[in-house]
């Protein structure tokens, strides 16, 4: 099939996903709600649905771990012959990050099933590309946003010298501060000092607490203390009244009383040193996604077709980055500038002008205002179905009051009827498009794409994957010296081959564009 072919294709049969993260389910945005408002969509389209998936608490992340997603993706590939479309509520229901996404998305294409979300624009051209690409785009940044506000709401705390995790034996935690634990503090505290004295071993303190009751919590239970936990216990510099993070590689003044001095906290270190025969120096993890080498497995061999990797070599002075092809095909290594500065260079050549861009906004501006217009209209709707169902509730309390209907019939009644009033409220409140700042969105468009270079190196390790993956998706052929037959992603194409003309205003003097891109985004709807 053709693409202008599948791109005209009539949709007849389709398969629903549904998702739902254990943080939605307590807002009420339940799997009943998304699947009733599929399948309104799939109603107004004329498409039957095949089967249903779905997946309940599970977050949309990653792949990883979503079972239906998985089972979803085979059987569109046993079935591609049966199925015509994907139907999901919204596009972040799929995914949360725009790799992922991007990648669903080219296999349903290989498919030749097509992607439908009953709230947002979607379709098979490749400026409806781009916008779902910006939507999922925009899933993602609101993941990260939340991410980095909790990032920094842990660190706020970890500087104010407030623990973010359960407080160690001796400790209890009350409100979100740090209390003594009246049941083991003074116990806890004693074998400190008994440590220190040099005259007792881990399993000789173990076996007096256990027999004392002493218990730690593991998975929920009280279980007896382990040699293990006692170690532990000693190298925590919290009971000396300091807050250590590994991840933030800091130690700061906790808040809590402390069980211990600093000094009696070294001793005891001394003690435990003087008696561990077998000290060794684990070898640091090798690092997948290594800040010194963003292009890895982005960048291809031209010859054999085959990712680069990147190493560092040590000379007579220094120490050179490289990137070379993994199978070692007979191809020299290539420096990492010659590799960034030609990359830097093809992301110049590519960008867009600002009258593309200017045009891009534009379109996206009347697909915006259009959508929020059609939300009112369902909004109306709604609102005129929910004082119909509002009447019956009324006249169903009625009759139960006046003993027509038993109290075991109301509340049967009264659940359907609540059950409809739920979905018709989440159908009328459905303004997805709307929470966004449309001139945020233009804004970070003018900004990110006027000069790709620098939006590349002002970028994070993931930022610049997500960028690079989504202008190339078949990644970055190197030919010696230099990058050749870079295939660029098609709706990323069609916005750099819009060319500058007037666009239609819609007034009826509006002059009208002859440039065949626009016209085709015109098009749409």
Not at 253 to 259: A, D, K
Request: net charge positive; hydrophobic share 30%.
């Amino acid at each position: 099939m053709t693409k202008f072919e599948f791109d005209k294709k009539e949709l007849k049969s389709a398969i629903l996903y549904l998702r739902v993260s254990t943080e939605e389910q307590v807002d009420n945005y339940s799997l009943e709600t998304q699947e009733n408002i599929c399948r309104k969509e799939a109603e107004r389209r004329g498409i039957e649905i095949a089967k249903v998936f779905k997946e309940e608490g599970r977050s949309a992340k990653t792949i990883a771990g979503r079972p239906a997603l998985i089972e979803l993706l085979e059987f569109c590939r046993k079935n591609r012959r049966d199925i015509d479309a994907l139907i999901v509520y919204r596009l972040d229901r799929l995914s949360r990050q725009i790799a992922d996404y991007l990648a669903i998305r080219k296999k349903l294409a290989e498919y030749e099933i097509a992607l439908i979300s009953a709230s947002e624009p979607t379709g098979n051209s490749p400026t409806e590309k781009f916008i779902e690409t910006m939507l999922a785009g925009f899933a993602q940044m609101d993941n990260d946003v939340r991410s980095e506000r909790t990032r920094n709401g842990m660190h706020a705390r970890f500087l104010a010298g407030l623990p973010t995790g359960q407080p160690p034996l001796g400790y209890l935690n009350q409100n979100g501060y740090i209390v003594k634990d009246p049941k083991t503090f003074d116990q806890i505290k004693g074998i400190w000092e008994l440590m220190d004295t040099g005259t007792k071993t881990l399993g000789d303190i173990t076996s007096a607490l256990n027999e004392k009751g002493i218990r730690e919590t593991y998975k929920g239970k009280e279980c007896p203390l382990k040699r293990q936990s006692l170690s532990r216990i000693f190298k925590n510099k919290f009971y000396a009244g300091i807050i250590v993070s590994k991840k933030y590689g800091l130690e700061v003044q906790g808040q809590h009383s402390p069980m211990i001095t600093e000094e009696l906290y070294y001793r005891v270190q001394a003690v435990i040193e003087g008696r561990n025969t077998n000290i060794s120096v684990p070898l640091a993890r090798r690092n997948k996604d290594n800040e010194d080498f963003p292009l890895r497995r982005i960048v291809k061999c031209g010859s054999c077709g085959t990712s680069f990797t990147g190493a560092w070599s040590k000379g007579k002075k220094s120490k050179y980055a490289y990137y070379f092809c993994k199978q070692r095909c007979g191809k020299p290594s290539v420096p990492i500038s010659d590799i960034e500065n030609s990359l830097l260079g093809l992301l110049e050549k590519i960008t867009p002008t600002p009258e593309m861009l200017e045009l891009v906004n534009a379109y996206i501006r009347k697909i915006y205002y259009e959508r929020v217009a059609d939300l009112q209209k369902r909004k109306d709707q709604a609102d005129s179905e929910l004082k119909k169902l509002y009447e019956l509730r009324q006249a169903l309390i009625e009759k139960n009051l006046t003993g027509t209907y038993s109290d075991e019939v109301f509340k049967e009644q009264n659940r359907i009827l609540e059950e409809k009033i739920k979905d018709i409220r989440m159908t009328s409140e459905d303004s997805l498009i709307t929470k966004y700042n449309l001139e945020a969105i233009t804004d970070f468009i003018k900004r990110k794409f006027k000069n790709l270079p620098h939006t590349y190196e002002e970028s994070s390790l993931q930022q610049k994957r997500a960028l690079l993956c989504s202008i190339f998706p078949l990644g970055l052929p190197w030919s010696y010296p230099a990058y050749s037959n870079t295939e660029i992603s098609p709706y990323y194409q069609s916005i750099r081959n819009i060319k500058h003309a007037s666009v239609t205003s819609g007034e009826p003097g509006g002059s009208r564009t002859h440039n065949a891109q626009l016209k085709r985004l015109s098009l749409y709807h």
